[in-house]
């Protein structure tokens, strides 16, 4: 045996001081064959003609999560993926850098030692040079030579292999997620057995909670029980447009701006922890119930299949025991991989087998996914306070849609039986909103309709235009999915004076309303996430007053429900918000606050006219409004104070216009770019677009603390690829403040 591997080395062009490969004997694995060298032999003539798009990544095994941490100290040798010392090559115990599991001398695995000195299992880096990779994925040393593998026998021309769950699998993509052995569960059920039976009628299987949540009629926001203990203290602020107007003067159109910001979390993560450890063995946030619904049709094949599988991956790794987690994978038809699972270490283990199963094929039935996952939500006997839907696809719906009409408006067959009926959507049966946060893969999938279910749902869209952004984009949404600390929040304003009334209430996407008599309105805003801001703006009616020398304008009065507690809060602004009524006054200094917001609010509303123009083919008068608008920002107290918000926004609407320049580059990404600007300013919520996840990106907001963090470890603990430690950005919605510019505003003209 000894001269067959000689001759094998030989033929792969190793030499003693080059790369070694050790072939374990073990009584499972019989000893190789000269077939079988003859055959690694006829694969390493063909290495010139084995590149492809993109590498493998591989994710972690849950045994293994003390790897996934950061050095809490940053030092040059430890910007990157922490890993063990690399010993002698042989010695007793080392750890695979892609699979992360161990490398030990007869446990049935071929080892494969580098040049460089760094070791790996065979078949794991077997599969990550035969796309292309020729350098050591710890240390990034280019390699003169490299291990090669030919497809398995009985599979000629390269086609599938079969992995141990009988499921056709994708050739050289299924090292992505490792391969983890049939662990039994409750009752000795195989953790597959989920993907080979009959789904059951109702999916009411769902994994109990440690703690049975109180399960008796939920209070509504009219008449809750309050209790006077909260989770943490939210803010609420007012700012007046001018803090003066005169007596003699009336206006239809004075603005107050609202802000709110939510508490933090008990315990921001630290950048070596997973959120799992950080946040919720702390008990600082709220567990969640989270379901995927992915698309594994025909056009995922290759490195979009294996990029979601490292994504998710990573989501899988970040919930924590008391998550609830369940894979819906959907191409022709819909099939729910496992029920809603604790994130313990077994349910780990089973979704990432889930994950690593997938394989593409088939056609792309959105709405058939989208309704089992609403299914799961809506059938399952407990419930975890946060609740989630993620849907991606980088697809149209071959099954449900009929072609855009010439408006570019998605027309759907049988109206009455739609899948996104706002009632699927937006109730899981007891009243609780579902959002479904949308993610557009690539540039072939629908954005009208990917941002139409957001819309519906209360969820945003987000547009992953690189496909090696996606586990970045499902980074920041499960940042702050993973930091929930108010729900069921509604604002409530009350006009303080008797001659007042409300002319509107800016709102964006949140649903608000105002009473008959307009000295009343509300704004249901639903769930924050932790430090998470949002700002509405409200115009009153104030009239001529010659009798006093100040004006009480409004009171705020915000109800939410303390995920932890769910316990009803009632948090009443001890002060009204007041004005001035001089008999004269001179010309007044607009509120930075305020003038940050109506920036918002133009720009947002410059976004939806140009999309309009743009879906006409007018894409002169797209371009012309967006023009239009940078120039009117450009003029404000914002922009020549060098606020953020506004440089944001101006670097976005020029983007979008260059996105704009034709038919041909509106169609592959300006229209997908545009709605989920959109999606991200109705909602005040951060959406990945563009280069949105990078550090250096001009195009952020809305981006929470805890969104941060979570985007730094994805980009940061890259498998294979370990990149520099980046000191944390300060990315929040409402910017500290700058030093003003005065603009004024005469209410006496």
């Known amino acids: ?47 010139a003609n084995s590149a492809a798009r993109f590498s493998d990544a591989a994710s972690l095994s849950p045994t293994d999560r003390s790897l996934f941490r950061l050095p809490r100290t940053p030092t040059p040798s ?15 115990k080392r750890t695979c850098a892609i699979c992360l599991n161990t490398m030990k001398p007869g446990e049935g695995h071929a080892i494969f030692t580098a040049e460089c000195s760094h070791s790996f299992h065979f078949h794991c880096i077997t599969s990550n040079v035969k796309h292309g990779n020729q350098v050591c994925p710890v240390c990034r040393a280019k390699w003169n030579e490299i291990p090669l593998q030919k497809p398995t026998s009985g599979h ?92 003699s003067t009336s206006t239809d159109k004075f603005n107050v701006l609202i802000h709110i910001k939510a508490p933090q979390a008990n315990k921001r993560q630290d950048i070596g922890e997973t959120q799992a450890e950080s946040l919720q063995t702390q008990n600082s946030r709220a567990p969640i119930d989270l379901v995927t619904v992915l698309d594994v049709s025909g056009s995922m094949a290759g490195s979009k299949l294996a990029l ?29 991989l496992f029920p809603l699972q604790r994130m313990t270490d077994i349910g780990r283990q089973q979704a990432l087998q889930a994950v690593n199963s997938l394989t593409s094929n088939g056609g792309t039935n959105i709405a058939e996914g989208l309704k089992k996952g609403a299914k799961v939500l809506s059938d399952r006997k407990c419930k975890n306070p946060v609740v989630s839907i993620i849907l991606l696809s980088d697809g149209q719906d071959t099954y449900n849609v009929s072609s855009p009409g010439a408006s570019g408006a998605t ?10 009926s706002l009632a699927v959507l937006q109730k899981d049966g007891t009243g609780l909103q579902i959002p479904v946060h949308t993610f557009g893969f690539g540039t072939d999938h629908d954005a009208a309709m990917m941002h139409s279910i957001a819309e519906g749902s209360g969820g ?7 496909e090696d952004v996606i586990q970045d984009a499902f980074a920041q949404c499960i940042g702050g999915l993973l930091s929930v600390v108010i729900q069921e929040l509604q604002v409530k304003v009350e006009c303080a004076d008797l001659s007042l009334q409300f002319s509107s209430i800016k709102s964006g996407s949140y649903r608000s309303t105002l009473s008959s008599d307009g000295r009343a309105g509300s704004v249901d805003v639903g769930d924050l996430y932790a430090e998470e801001e949002r700002d509405f703006l409200v115009t009153i009616k104030i009239p001529v007053d010659e009798s006093g020398h100040e004006l009480s304008l409004l009171k705020v009065i915000c109800v939410y429900r303390d995920p932890i507690t ?16 001089p008999e004269t006054a001179e010309p007044q200094v607009v509120s930075m606050e305020v003038d940050r917001q109506l920036n918002r609010l133009r720009a947002a509303e410059a976004m939806a006219e140009a999309r309009a123009a743009a879906e006409r083919s007018d894409m002169a008068a797209a371009v ?23 440089t944001s926004l101006c670097a976005e609407l020029k983007e979008m216009q260059d996105r704009m320049a034709n038919r041909r580059v509106y169609e592959a990404s300006g229209r997908a770019y545009v709605l989920s600007g959109l999606s991200s300013h109705s909602w005040q919520r951060a959406t990945a677009r563009g280069d949105s996840t990078n550090s250096d990106s001009l195009v952020q907001a809305y981006q929470t603390p805890t969104m941060v963090d979570m985007v730094t470890q994805s980009q940061t603990i890259i498998l294979g690829n370990p990149m520099p430690r980046r000191k944390l950005r300060q990315a929040l919605s409402f910017p500290g403040p700058r030093p003003r510019e005065k603009k004024r505003v005469d209410y006496g003209v």
């Open 1 to 47: 045996m000894g001269s067959k591997w000689r001759k094998l080395k030989l033929a792969l062009g190793f030499n003693s001081g080059g790369a070694c490969l050790y072939v374990p004997h073990t009584l499972d694995d019989p000893p190789p064959s000269s077939s079988f060298a003859a055959s690694v032999a006829s694969a390493a003539s063909s290495a």
């Open 78 to 92: 430890s910007s990157g993926l922490r890993l063990p010392k690399s010993s002698s090559p042989r010695g007793s």
């Open 156 to 247: 000629p021309n390269g086609r599938s292999r079969i992995d141990p769950l009988g499921r056709a699998q994708d050739d050289g993509w299924m090292t992505v997620l490792p391969r983890i052995h049939q662990t039994r569960l409750d009752g000795g059920r195989p953790i597959s057995s989920h993907l080979h039976g009959p789904e059951p009628s109702r999916f009411d299987d769902d994994e109990p909670l440690d703690r049975e949540p109180d399960n008796s009629e939920e209070s509504t926001l009219d008449t809750p029980d309050v209790c006077n203990t909260s989770f943490g203290t939210m803010e609420v602020k007012m700012y007046p447009e001018v803090p003066a107007v005169p007596r």
């Open 308 to 336: 979601l599988k490292r994504a998710m991956g990573f989501v899988i790794q970040n919930l924590g025991p008391s998550d609830r987690l369940s894979v819906i994978a959907f191409s022709s038809t819909a099939r729910r």
């Open 411 to 420: 027309h759907y067959r049988g109206a009455q039986q739609s899948l996104f």
């Open 460 to 466: 945003t869209f987000s547009f992953i235009e690189a």
């Open 566 to 581: 769910k316990e009803f809060v009632r948090l009443e602004e001890g002060s009204e918000v007041k004005i001035q009524r």
């Open 624 to 646: 012309s409004i967006l023009e239009n608008c940078r120039r009117v920002l450009s003029e404000t107290v914002s922009a020549r104070a060098a606020d953020r918000l506004c």
